[in-house]
């Protein structure tokens, strides 16, 4: 197949462009005519806060229920529409307290005057919600429902314009993209809201905030001037325009980062001194010799994000309070000016306790809204982190079954904290926390559990420090066929010598511990595979289980079991029974009540015309698993896999396990093989302990 010619991939280019869609993006018009797009939808003069929320909400909702609380997850931190590495998952309680507080300021009710400050560990997502925000912003405000609209103005002759001689370069666009209805008078607005809202629904009123910035002040009062006060006359020197939001443009968002304190100072914030034009215009203070151009001023109508707000200088600091309290900012040489934005800042903990600490920044705390963020403490969520990651799509190098998840099940034992009650380990603490049933807890527990463990998550390992583990496993080992679950263990371990966030040796040798328990439970995990794997001939399942059931009926009812070798009839198997019954823990007072409970189930399947299925009934179909394997593991002789010698018939049977591994549980060759060793080298080890 030849590569597309120059000519045939221009005209690829040219069907893929959208021409419509760039025209209605880039729209211009009368300030009337956007006065009609007011009044068809009101929607498009909404704050930045209003405008946040329902971008949030216009992507849905779910409603689920978790440790009988009822959680709300917000689609829009999920989807991959912005981009799949910034989805966020495992933190809806947080995540349902930032969108309360967005409900709360998009309806006026304190919180628009708050500085939002997210409040974590490092590496617990703070900066990806903030991101997320932004990318979503610009996105909703490229769609017909988040659209919004600014102004320029045309400085010279209107003749000019009334003969068409104006280029777009004659236009002098608005510096801080405001809303066109602040160009509507102090002195006219009541009666201009009381005339348009006078016939619409409480929800679809609007009102005019603010005042116009200082450059577009000055070139109204010039106008205003120059027309002898006729405002219709000035308002023909303004064009409405619709625009989008664009951190790379830096319209509508703007990011504040610390640096060197020598090196920056408050004109980053709210824009400086154009010097060349003070020769032109004759004076500093005068705005058209200024550029606001500082992070305050594009980003508003949208969003400003404060990087590691509170490495800030001090300085820095109390330009917050005046534009979250009053929505002004103080640029140099002019008065208080009036923004429209959401002010998110986020911070680690060493920062946020010496400000706890400040008693000169009272102030600030006062106007702060902090919503902690920790880590995960759901290991299927923490899973799904990594997977974003280290997918087939990205990955090209084998990950064998359970990596992933050993090195998250790691990551969330070191965020948790010691359980009180004597009964629960904390690796049954992370399994309740992920939603599995253990005898003697409750959903009540899970919940008084979590309330006891307050700072939960706030501490421990990051999951930075998992990714760049499975990364240097990933290298290291991509020669060997794959990655299996302990070399990441080995990455993790060794990783810990040199962790810069680990600094005293009583946390090292805990996390050492913890790895260790992992190491436990994936022995038992891929026991259990090996085990599965061995029994899952289901023409041999079938026929075990037909035998139970019939020992189990002739049980229950007082009944014999015919010999199908001998004619003869016999009482019930007993030795049979309980061998599987205990499979799965089945005390012997308690068999009467379990034989029963089968029997039940199968007869209420039978009134509707139902057969049984043994896969229908989890815990039967464990034990069945369980028995067949235990019948099995000696023909198979699992164990002499880990002597030099291996007979043909045995052999045999090893390869019909691996390829079951291979087929049922996501192994490749290699991994089958090197899981079947382990497991037969514990299964060695077990006899000859038994021997001793």
Not at 27 to 51: C, E, H, M
Not at 240 to 261: A, L, N, Y
Not at 383 to 408: G, Q
Request: hydrophobic share 35%; net charge negative.
């Amino acid at each position: 197949m030849t590569t597309p010619s120059g000519s045939q991939l221009m005209s690829l280019l040219s069907t893929l462009q959208d021409q419509q869609n760039y025209q209605n993006l880039n729209w211009a018009g009368s300030f009337q005519d956007y006065l009609d797009i007011v009044a068809s939808n009101p929607k498009v003069t909404r704050n930045a806060f209003q405008r946040i929320y329902d971008m949030i909400m216009s992507y849905g909702l779910e409603e689920f229920i978790d440790a009988k609380k009822k959680l709300i997850r917000y689609n829009f931190f999920t989807t991959n529409e912005f981009d799949e590495q910034d989805a966020i998952f495992g933190l809806e309680i947080p995540l349902m307290r930032l969108v309360n507080f967005f409900k709360a300021a998009a309806h006026g009710y304190g919180t628009e005057k708050r500085v939002l400050l997210l409040h974590g560990p490092v590496g617990s997502a703070k900066s990806t919600i903030a991101r997320r925000l932004k990318r979503g912003l610009e996105r909703y405000s490229r769609s017909e429902e988040g659209a919004l609209y600014t102004f320029d103005w045309f400085l010279g002759d209107i003749e000019d314009l009334d003969a068409g001689k104006v280029k777009d370069a004659d236009w002098d666009p608005c510096p801080m993209h405001e809303d066109p209805l602040h160009l509507i008078p102090m002195e006219m607005r009541e009666a201009f809201l009381n005339e348009f809202n006078a016939n619409l629904e409480p929800d679809d009123h609007i009102t005019i905030s603010g005042d116009l910035d200082p450059s577009c002040r000055y070139n109204f009062r010039d106008l205003m001037r120059r027309y002898n006060g006729d405002f219709a006359k000035v308002l023909r020197h303004v064009r409405v325009r619709r625009f989008v939001f664009s951190e790379q443009d830096r319209v509508g968002i703007g990011t504040f980062q610390p640096k060197d304190e020598k090196n920056q100072d408050s004109t980053e914030l709210t824009g400086d001194i154009n010097y060349r034009k003070i020769a032109i215009y004759g004076s500093d203070s005068d705005p058209r010799a200024f550029s606001f151009d500082g992070e305050f001023n594009i980003a508003n109508r949208g969003i400003i994000e404060f990087v590691e707000m509170l490495k800030l200088d001090t300085a820095f600091l109390y330009d917050l309070l005046g534009a979250s309290q009053e929505h002004r900012i103080k640029s140099k040489k002019f008065a208080q000016t009036h923004i429209d934005e959401v002010i998110v800042g986020h911070t680690n903990e060493p920062e946020f306790r010496k400000l706890e600490n400040n008693e000169f920044m009272e102030a600030l705390k006062d106007r702060t809204v902090r919503i902690d963020i920790p880590y995960i403490t759901r290991l299927r969520d923490e899973i799904r982190i990594y997977e974003k990651d280290f997918n087939s799509e990205n990955v090209r190098v084998h990950i064998a079954p359970h990596t992933i998840e050993v090195a998250a099940m790691w990551a969330i034992l070191t965020r948790l904290e010691e359980p009180k009650r004597a009964n629960l380990t904390l690796l049954q603490k992370m399994k309740l926390y992920n939603g599995k049933s253990l005898p003697g807890f409750t959903e009540d527990n899970i919940k008084e559990l979590r309330k006891e463990s307050r700072r939960e998550g706030m501490e421990g390992i990051s999951p930075r420090y998992i990714q760049d583990k499975i990364s240097n496993a990933l290298v290291n080992y991509q020669s060997d066929g794959g990655i299996n679950p302990f070399m990441v263990m080995n990455e993790l371990e060794s990783g810990l010598k040199t962790h810069s966030l680990i600094t005293n040796e009583e946390d090292r040798k805990r996390y050492r511990e913890l790895l260790a328990i992992v190491k436990e439970e994936y022995a038992d995990i891929v026991k259990n595979e090996v085990q599965r794997a061995i029994s899952a001939d289901e023409e041999a399942i079938k026929r075990l289980c037909a035998n139970y059931i019939d020992n189990i009926k002739a049980y229950t009812q007082r009944e014999k079991v015919r010999n199908k070798f001998t004619g003869a009839y016999e009482e019930p198997d007993e030795r049979l029974m309980r061998s599987i019954e205990e499979k799965i823990d089945i005390p012997d007072n308690r068999k009467d009540d379990f034989r029963r409970e089968i029997m039940n189930y199968i007869g209420a399947l039978a009134i509707e015309g139902k057969t049984f299925d043994y896969r229908t009934n989890e815990r039967l179909h464990r034990a069945l698993e369980l028995k067949l394997f235990e019948d099995q593991k000696d023909s198979i002789k699992l164990t002499s896999l880990v002597s030099s010698v291996v007979d043909k018939d045995t052999q045999e049977k090893i390869d019909v396990v691996k390829t079951r591994l291979i087929r049922d549980f996501g192994y490749n060759d290699q991994s089958a093989t090197d899981v079947l060793n382990y497991v037969a080298s514990i299964f060695a080890r077990g006899d000859a302990t038994q021997r001793k």
